[in-house]
């Protein structure tokens, strides 16, 4: 709220209305002071002279009689009475509206404003309080027309002494019998119809709309002077402009049969209600009428709301001409109240006129006053993006008892039984398991499938093809391919995280690279020495789900999450570099090229090497290919004798027409008759552009810019999008850019394996035995490299709603790897990235939000569908081969950069690295930097930071990366020694707190009274489950 100042400012006083206050007190019931007293600091303005049974009646969650009833959102439109020049019946014409926030028609009349979050005057809150006090209050009210409401309220208003019989009548007649006009038929009356310039609204330096129209006379012989209505509201339409139900003269008046808005209908949620404003001022009314009306049952009123919503509030405020400004402000309060949750609760609930006096206190008591110096009223504030739910009154008393609830961690703590981490991942998500395929019935689910299909399979043959150069072909795209199509189907089936995506990591690349240089050095044959390191690493990892090993994850904190992730998120991004520059390997870049810089030798040289063409022919077809020449036989034979040739061609016969004396091509250039030193350049055109396609379309949809619905779909598929336009671009330009390779056979890459591994070869019995140590570092790295991506994948900001599996997903993994090690393909895990960007692009937001409220995150769609179908995709990929073969590297490295890129949003790890080099006054307001001193902050920054750099040196260097899976692993050492740093409550705000070392007896649940329920037992452990089957049995017995 915000109080204005100023020299032309009118200050809201019961004098602009009536004269003098003392003259309307008279006439009236003399006003409580309660809106003057003193706020008590438990969260109330309670009023010295009221009595405690008010006070405990206003205590509406203690008072069953005033929690009666259930409240809807409500939709508020103020509407004021506007008189037409040279017209007899005046108008309601709508002038602001509230779903959430506040939206107002422009001084043009013919625009709504952008919402905004309503500054309201405190004085004008306390003259509603007033308002209410003295006015008309009908709570519970029973009426089935509007007829009904404007009779009863005549008689109230003489009943009680508000107002003279002939006032009332003039009331009742410009509320029966005015119509309501809304502002979309107003704009759609103002692009058929012309304007008068005789009276036309305007702003004026102070922020109140002043009109330059004389005045006019009107009906009952009264004169009235038209007021803008207040300072924030504009008016609603140039007087002059006609309406369905005042034609201005000379004009016809169009038919407007569409009498709500469809469009702005969507806006609204479905079992909203309406609440009707009507202010207004005229001169045949001298004292003010003021008056609020629920009904005790919502009715449907046609033309009376903008949208066609049943009508539950009533508010009716009139008074003289010289009050307008102040009866408009009145108004917009009233309807920031209303669209307001807290009181809106209290209206549907009071019973008393009282109540609704100290549902206005205690929205004052949550209010924020800014000062009139320093504040400018005009400004229209932005709606919020976050919204606290801590009140301030709830910040001066007792803070609220939250409830505390089992968290993730809780959920797969050791059961002290054989597999029974296990049996409860399975218990937990079979319910859901019909559910993970009706879920995907949705377009998003589309999307998703077509950037986890197109990211997977690039991945895979990339990484496949990276392998068999690393590991000499022993495996390479095609087992990838088939690993990935085993794994994924039977990880999309049996997982119990499926939104989590398989693939052949980084670290396991490394890992692989290590082993086979390892046994090449002691003379072992690769593939089956691999073959025992997978079974010992399948042993060790179910010897981990057997005894519930699983639960160790809860020691992964955000401290390692962010480590590894931002990890992995820079391995993509780098590798997509260095893909991208060993094109200029094959297409090299030729610096300053020109063909009189080179000597003979070297142009020789540089086109037989390159692009090399001639036409080889017999005496015969080289004789008749002279005749044919004439005259030019002996310019060309002496063109053609020439060792210099800048075409890079020597022929006797030209190439264009050597088919035509039936002579052979021969050379490297023949297909490519030119040289062609765009093909890098261009390739990093394309790679560049598919990310900023995909980018872009992806912040698409935080801009303005289009429907919201447009912008979703484009987000949705903004990575098929961005593929499908660049792959178009490289087909129509037609460089010979390097092309995704698809095998088109299903065969091992080295013809001399089969597709089922020897267990020995040559290897000498023993090696079975050697390959446990190998097995338990593979074990570290995969137990990691799945805990920590599925940590992230189950974290609390996606709002799953069916459980982890850390167990269930763990035992298929180890499964996989044996059936890996047997058939000799890559062994899959949780791939980081790939499933963040999975999980993200299978958001929930809410379809339609109030004006200005962005959309809000409802959760991620759990389901089955699309990995399962990318993964069978990937399996039949070779089918596809000839169209996914036009599909070029650089596109897929492109896409290799966005996932890399967008895995590192959000990252908090990633923020306070760019707070490094902003000057305190600049940082942004991060929840952390209030609680812990930047200084620290930088520490924690920096000790994060220089354990990332040590795991990047390790992986980076061959003769140490072995022991990679054991830096990861420190990683959650090094956590529990931060400990002896920073204080708790600084590792709280910027970390996760480790769990105990040794848990309570009394396990963490909620706060209650009550027993736990079947689900809470089954994951205590007997000691803990004893005790409290104990301490239920006593209890009874008391």
């Known amino acids: 709220m915000s109080e204005s100042d100023g020299p032309k400012q009118q200050r809201f006083t019961l004098d602009s209305l009536n004269g003098s206050s003392k003259d309307l007190n008279e006439s009236r019931k003399d006003l409580k002071p309660s809106h003057l007293s003193v706020p008590s600091f438990n969260g109330s303005m309670g009023s010295p002279d009221s009595n405690a049974e008010e006070d405990s009646v206003f205590n509406y969650n203690q008072e069953n009689e005033f929690t009666e009833g259930v409240s809807c959102p409500l939709f508020c439109e103020l509407q004021k009475l506007y008189f037409e020049e040279n017209s007899v019946t005046p108008e309601w014409r709508e002038m602001a509206r509230w779903v959430k926030y506040e939206e107002i028609v422009e001084s043009n009349g013919i625009r709504w404003s952008k919402p905004h979050v309503a500054s309201l005057s405190y004085r004008a809150l306390q003259e509603l309080k007033t308002y209410l006090d003295n006015g008309v209050v009908k709570l519970g009210f029973n009426a089935g ?25 003039v009331a009742n007649d410009f509320l029966d019998h005015s119509p309501h006009v809304h502002q979309h038929q107003v704009i759609k009356s103002s692009k058929t119809l012309s304007r008068s310039p005789t009276s ?95 009904l005790e049952n919502s009715i449907h009123l046609p033309g009376f709301c903008e949208v066609n919503v049943p009508i539950r509030f009533i508010f009716v405020l009139l008074g003289p001409s010289s009050g307008a400004p102040v009866i408009g402000e009145i108004g917009r309060c009233m309807g920031a109240l209303l669209a307001s949750k807290e009181f809106g609760d209290i209206a549907y609930c009071s019973k008393l006129k009282s109540h609704l006096i100290k549902g206005v206190d205690k929205f004052l008591d949550d209010a924020t006053v800014l000062p009139p110096s320093g504040w400018d009223h005009t400004i229209r504030i932005d709606p919020p993006a976050q919204i606290s739910n801590v009140t301030w009154s709830a910040s001066l008393g007792e803070a609220p008892v939250e409830e505390k609830y089992e968290d993730d961690h809780d959920m797969i703590r050791r059961t002290g039984r054989l597999f029974g981490g296990l049996v409860q991942d399975i218990k937990r998500k079979a319910p859901f398991y019909l559910s993970d395929f009706k879920d995907a019935i949705h377009i998003q689910t589309v999307a998703a499938l077509v950037f986890a299909y197109f990211a997977s399979l690039s991945t895979t043959v990339t990484f496949g093809g990276v392998m068999g150069s690393a590991i000499n072909d022993n495996m ?31 670290p396991i690349l490394v890992f692989e690279t290590i082993l086979y240089y390892f046994s090449v050095d002691n003379g072992w044959e690769f593939m089956s020495f691999r073959f025992w390191v997978g079974m010992w690493t399948a042993l060790i990892l179910m010897i981990v789900v057997m005894f519930d090993l699983s639960a160790l994850v809860s020691y992964i904190t ?15 991004i780098v590798e997509a570099f260095k893909n991208v520059a060993k094109i200029a390997e094959k297409q090299p870049v030729h610096a300053h090229w020109h063909v009189k810089h080179m000597t003979e030798d070297q142009v020789d040289k540089f086109f037989e090497f390159e692009y090399s063409c001639k036409c080889e022919s017999s005496n015969a077809a080289a004789d008749i290919y002279m005749k044919s020449l004439g005259d030019n036989a002996t310019t060309i034979a002496n063109m053609t004798s020439s060792n210099y040739n800048t075409t890079g061609v020597s022929y006797d016969i030209p190439v264009a027409e050597c088919e035509k004396y039936n002579a052979t091509l ?50 949705d598929f903004a990575v098929p999008i961005s593929i499908a336009i660049v792959t178009g671009i490289d087909i129509a330009v037609d460089l010979d850019t390097p092309k995704l390779l698809i095998p088109s056979e299903f065969r091992p890459t080295k013809l001399d394996r089969g597709w089922i591994i020897p267990p020995f070869g040559s290897n000498p019995w023993w090696t079975c035995l050697a390959a446990a140590l190998p097995a338990l570092l593979l074990a570290i790295l995969i137990y990691m490299d799945q805990m920590i991506t599925a940590v992230i994948v189950n974290n609390k900001k996606y709002k799953l709603k069916k459980g982890p599996g850390y167990h269930l997903d763990l035992f298929l993994i180890s499964i996989q790897v044996a059936i890996c090690s047997t058939i000799g393909t890559p062994f899959f895990v949780a791939a980081t990235v790939r499933s963040i960007n999975h999980i993200q692009s299978l958001g929930k937001e809410s379809a ?85 001193p930047t200084r620290r902050v930088h520490l924690f920054t920096f000790i994060q930071l220089l354990f990332l750099v040590i795991m990047w040196v390790v992986k980076s260097i061959k003769k140490i990366s072995i022991v990679f899976p054991l830096m990861v692993l420190a990683l959650c050492f090094v956590r529990k020694l931060l400990d002896f740093v920073f204080t708790q409550n600084e590792l709280r705000a910027l970390d996760d707190i480790l769990p105990e070392i040794r848990r309570k007896d009394t396990p963490k649940r909620l706060l209650s009274e009550e027993p736990p329920d079947e689900k809470e037992m089954m994951l205590l452990d007997k000691k803990s489950k004893k005790k409290l089957e104990d301490e239920n049995e006593n209890s009874k017995i008391a």
């Open 145 to 169: 027309t509007i007829d009904d409401i404007w009779e009863a309220l005549k008689e109230d208003l003489v009943g009680e002494d508000i107002c003279t019989w002939e006032e009332a009548e």
């Open 200 to 294: 036309v609204s305007f702003e004026g330096e102070n922020g109140v709309l002043e009109e330059a129209t004389p005045q006019t006379p009107r009906r009952l012989g009264k004169t009235r002077k038209e007021h803008a209505s207040f300072p924030h509201l504009s008016h609603g339409a140039s007087p002059s402009t006609p309406t369905p139900s005042s034609p201005a003269l000379g004009h016809k008046t169009p038919t407007v049969t569409k009498t709500t808005s469809k469009r702005f209908a969507r806006k609204i949620p479905k079992n909203a209600e309406g609440a009707t404003l009507l202010v207004g001022s005229d001169d045949s009314i001298q004292r003010p009428i003021a008056a609020f009306i629920r």
């Open 848 to 932: 339609e939000a109030a004006p200005g409220e962005k959309p809000k995150f409802l959760g991620t769609r759990e389901q089955r569908v699309t990995h399962l179908v990318a993964f069978i995709l990937i399996g039949v990929s070779t089918l596809m081969a000839p169209v996914l073969q036009k599909i070029p590297m650089p596109v897929l490295y492109g896409v290799f950069l966005y996932m890399g890129v967008g895995s590192l949003k959000g990252v908090q790890l990633m923020d306070r690295l760019l707070l490094l080099l902003m000057p305190p006054k600049y940082q942004p307001d991060y929840p952390y930097l209030r609680q812990v």
């Open 666 to 715: 021969i050379g490297k250039g023949c297909h490519v008759p030119h040289y062609v030193p765009d093909v890098f350049f261009f390739s990093v055109i394309l790679f560049v552009s598919v990310f900023a396609i995909a980018w872009g379309l992806k912040m698409l949809r935080t801009t303005r810019f289009f429907p919201t619905m447009v912008r979703q779909v484009l987000n």
């Open 476 to 506: 390479a795209s095609i087992e990838s391919l088939v690993s990935a199509a085993i794994c994924g189907v039977m990880y999309a089936l049996l997982a119990g995280q499926p939104l989590t995506i398989l693939g052949a990591t980084g």
């Open 558 to 572: 955000r401290f390692t999450e962010e480590s590894f992730a931002v990890l992995i998120g820079l391995i993509f």
